[in-house]
């Protein structure tokens, strides 16, 4: 409460108490006011006076309050902040996972071999070097916020404007965001045939606290819901609608790549 606000309020109950007093004593220089009078006068002045105590007590009463109010939530907030930093890595159930990526489309292997060729020929479960000449061309390592990673350049630069967005609007949880993986020129796994999207370096496997997510449970990280909306608003397919749930996967859709052939940041030939 602040000293003007006070004043205002003893200013605006004194003001019938003036009124009173001037009425008073006009009253006793021109001429005595009967008993009944004064004492009615009497009485008034008693009660504004009660009145004027009572708000001064309740003006007491609410800075106590206010000040009370500070101190609890400060110390709310700081709980708050604890309790979110915490939920981030708690694991949850997946809302309609297989329509998470509604909208967007799944960049299969047969459809990269069509735009890129296949990353190289003898493939296998394993990391092993690129060789595909296209595809060598449009490969950089570089820092995207809060991790580093080995991608084709136009899949940096979206995922450093993805972070960029993490960073305004989510401060705690980027600050909490490490990678399990993005380039690596291998087939999916389990699979004999099908080339995994981290061949082509167009996905990121992503990380709260360092702790990966089960795969195949249809459960997640609740950061990685958190992420994944930031993602799929770049036109970033996640790996939690895949038919054996990934969560911590996140890859290029092919309306990204159709936007990148149609800009010229990659051939569009093939
Ligand atoms: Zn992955």
Redesign the pocket.
């Known amino acids: 409460m602040k000293l003007a606000n006070i004043l205002l309020a003893v200013a605006i109950i004194l003001a019938p108490a003036g009124w009173y007093l001037a009425y008073f004593l006009f009253f006793s220089i021109n001429s005595y006011p009967t008993r009944e009078e004064f004492v009615s006068q009497q009485e008034k002045l008693t009660a504004l006076t009660i009145d004027f105590n009572s708000l001064q007590q309740q003006i007491t009463a609410q800075g106590q309050r206010a000040a009370d109010a500070q101190t609890t939530t400060y110390s709310d907030n700081t709980e708050e902040t604890n309790g979110l930093v915490d939920i981030y890595t708690q694991v949850v159930n997946i809302a309609n996972r297989r329509e998470v990526n509604a909208g967007l489309t799944n960049s299969s292997s047969s459809y990269l071999v069509g735009v890129f060729g296949p990353p190289r020929q003898d493939l296998t479960q394993d990391c092993q070097a690129m060789t595909n000449p296209i595809l060598k061309d449009l490969v950089v390592t570089r820092d995207v916020g809060p991790i580093r990673v080995t991608m084709l350049e136009p899949a940096i630069i979206s995922l450093q404007q993805i972070f960029k967005n993490v960073q305004v609007f989510e401060p705690e949880l980027y600050d909490r965001i490490s990678t399990?993986?993005s380039l690596c020129v291998r087939l999916i796994r389990g699979s004999e045939t099908s080339i995994?999207?981290?061949a082509y370096g167009l996905?990121?496997?992503l990380n709260i606290d360092g702790q990966l997510d089960n795969l195949g449970d249809g459960k997640t990280q609740l950061g990685l819901t958190i992420l994944a909306e930031f993602f799929k608003r770049e036109g970033w397919y996640w790996?939690a609608g895949f038919s054996r749930e990934?969560s911590?996967?996140?890859?290029v859709s092919r309306e990204k790549i159709e936007t990148w052939r149609r800009l010229g940041q990659i051939p569009s030939g093939n």
Do not use: E, L, R
């Open positions: 399990a993986g995994s999207t981290h996905s990121v496997d790996g990934d911590m996967h996140f890859q």
